[in-house]
């Protein structure tokens, strides 16, 4: 795997190596300003696109919804024949592939009504014993306008590495709880977590029978913290290390699959409706409109 760092490709300059660790760090990574500021892109239709990444969504929503509840139809499968070896592999993908479809259904980027995204934010979340409508509450502030909100979700960007085992392992809990504190939608919230304790007690109580529940929970929580730390500090953020900007496109196929297409981060927030699969063709245009911006490229050689 090489990463290398660079200008836009619009500009004439050298590749920049990366900063000086030791140099002080930017105003935009103190932990009350929101990692990504507004960005002035053009509208979706204003854009000349050969295809319109807003239609032919059914095959789409069928596709990130019935993923995860495959994967965990393979994660019991391979459990009930001992095929215990594996079954990290396949919890990470059911763990990633929830996500993933709860992200899109945050957005309304899967073209369902709103009493289904609902319906499917809660389903989806309890599979993974998280709270769909916590992390739509945190999400959409995730997204607001002005540095002077609250971002209760991209704050463990700036934690640091010493910080960051217990900022990972707790990230979920303090998810639910703001989300309980604020979110309109409190008694949807209050049940998701009801459901979340609900289920490590009844896998606990299930051990003399079988330790199939409390083993899947466990590998859950291990693909949870993972996923908080690739969060904090995975490709979008440098590694980790510090950038003169927050604005920062990672160049990746490997990745992606493995991260499930969250690595564009910068292209998301231009455009949070478009699902992250059909970010990519938007990404020429994107660069164009920040073409005054300085912008890091992160090539990850994989």
């Known amino acids: 795997m090489t990463i290398t760092l660079s200008k836009p490709p619009h500009t004439n300059q050298a590749p920049t190596a990366a900063p000086n660790v030791e140099a002080t760090q930017p105003d935009w990574t103190t932990r009350d300003v929101r990692a990504i500021p507004k960005l002035d892109v053009p509208r979706l239709s204003q854009l000349e696109l050969d295809e319109n990444p807003m239609e032919n969504m059914a095959p789409l929503a069928w596709l990130l919804i019935g993923r995860p509840l495959l994967a965990v139809g393979l994660f019991i499968i391979m459990a009930l024949n001992g095929w215990w070896l594996a079954t990290p592999i396949v919890v990470w993908a059911v763990y990633g592939s929830t996500l993933s479809a709860v992200h899109h259904l945050i957005h309304g980027s899967l073209g369902l009504s709103g009493r289904w995204r609902r ?22 502030i995730h997204h607001r306008d002005g540095t002077d909100l609250p971002d209760p979700e991209g704050y463990i960007e700036n934690l640091t590495w010493r910080e960051m085992p217990v900022g990972a392992a707790k990230y979920r809990y303090r998810l639910m709880l703001w989300g309980l504190r604020n979110s309109p939608r409190r008694r949807r919230i209050a049940g998701e977590v009801a459901f979340h304790a609900l289920a490590h007690i009844t896998s606990i109580a299930l051990l003399p029978l079988t330790p199939l529940p409390w083993i899947y929970l466990t ?36 990745l992606a699959v493995l991260f499930f297409s969250h690595h564009q981060h910068l292209e998301h927030h231009a455009y949070p409706k478009v699902p992250l699969t059909r970010l990519a063709a938007l990404r020429p245009h994107i660069e164009e409109a920040l073409a005054d911006r300085e912008i890091f490229h992160i090539h990850v050689g994989i």
């Open 119 to 140: 319906r499917w934010l809660t389903i989806l979340g309890c599979l993974v014993v998280e709270s769909g409508h916590a992390l739509q509450a945190t999400h959409v």
């Open 219 to 254: 590998l859950v929580h291990i693909a949870s913290f993972a996923f908080a730390v690739l969060q904090g500090k995975g490709p979008q953020t440098n590694w980790g290390r510090p950038m003169p900007t927050p604005l920062a496109i990672v160049h990746t196929k490997l």
